[in-house]
C-alpha cells in the first residue's frame, strides 16, 4: 500500500478513535452517571461535568486541528 494512503487512512482511525472516546467519556459521565441533569438545584458536580465537557471539547478539537493540520502529498 502507498504510504500516502496509509497516512490518510490512519488519520481516519484516528479521528475516529477520538472520537469515539471523547463521546463515550462524556456521554457516561453526563447521561449514565446523571452528572449532566439539573434536578431541583445546580450541585457541584454539575458544575464539575460541564467544566470538563468544555475543557474535553477544546482539547478534542485540538487533537482534531494537530491531526488534520499537514496536508498529505499524493502526486506521486
Known sequence: MDPEVLAYLNR???T?????V???L????????G???VE????WFNYLYYFFLILSS???FFLLYKTWKDPIDFSH
Open 26 to 33: 462524556n456521554s457516561t459521565l453526563g447521561i449514565m452517571l
Open 12 to 14: 481516519i482511525s484516528r
Open 58 to 60: 477544546a482539547g478534542y
Open 35 to 37: 452528572y449532566a441533569f
Open 22 to 24: 471523547w463521546m463515550g
Open 16 to 20: 475516529i478513535g477520538f472520537t469515539l
Open 40 to 43: 431541583a438545584d445546580w450541585q
